[in-house]
Nanobody
Framework: VQLQASGGGLVQPGGSLRLSCAASGTVFSIPTMGWYRQAPGKQRDLVAR???????DYADSVKGRFTISRDNAKNTVYLQMNSLKLEDTAVYYC?????????????WGQGTQVTVSS
């Protein structure tokens, strides 16, 4: 299974972006999909994640501004980012916990750059 992320770019403060990440390949299920981000010189941190059952978890810094959603039929996760701030600038990574017949495995997609700048 591979994760393919898209949707990053350059946006002004207060603007919006939507990230998408699609999982391709054959799996038994994908219990969790989500997004992490890493700014220069900082560690990679959770932004938001969502279970296949719809349970969500957000970083405090993005609550009320970002919304995660999933299309389980398409094995795709989205991140709608509104009211973007300068401090949201980072490389955003898609992640997934994928269930194979042999057990779960954590996967990462390639990063997509989000730059918030005036």
């Amino acid at each position: 299974v591979q994760l393919q992320a898209s949707g990053g770019g350059l946006v002004q403060p207060g603007g919006s972006l939507r990230l998408s990440c699609a999982a391709s390949g054959t799996v038994f299920s994908i219990p969790t999909m989500g997004w992490y981000r890493q700014a220069p010189g900082k560690q990679r941190d959770l932004v938001a994640r969502m279970t296949s059952g719809g349970v969500t978890d957000y970083a405090d810094s993005v609550k009320g501004r970002f919304t995660i959603s999933r299309d389980n039929a398409k094995n795709t996760v989205y991140l709608q980012m509104n009211s973007l701030k300068l401090e949201d600038t980072a490389v955003y990574y898609c992640s997934a916990v994928v269930m194979y017949g042999s057990g779960p495995k954590s996967l990462w997609g390639q990063g997509t750059q989000v730059t918030v700048s005036s």
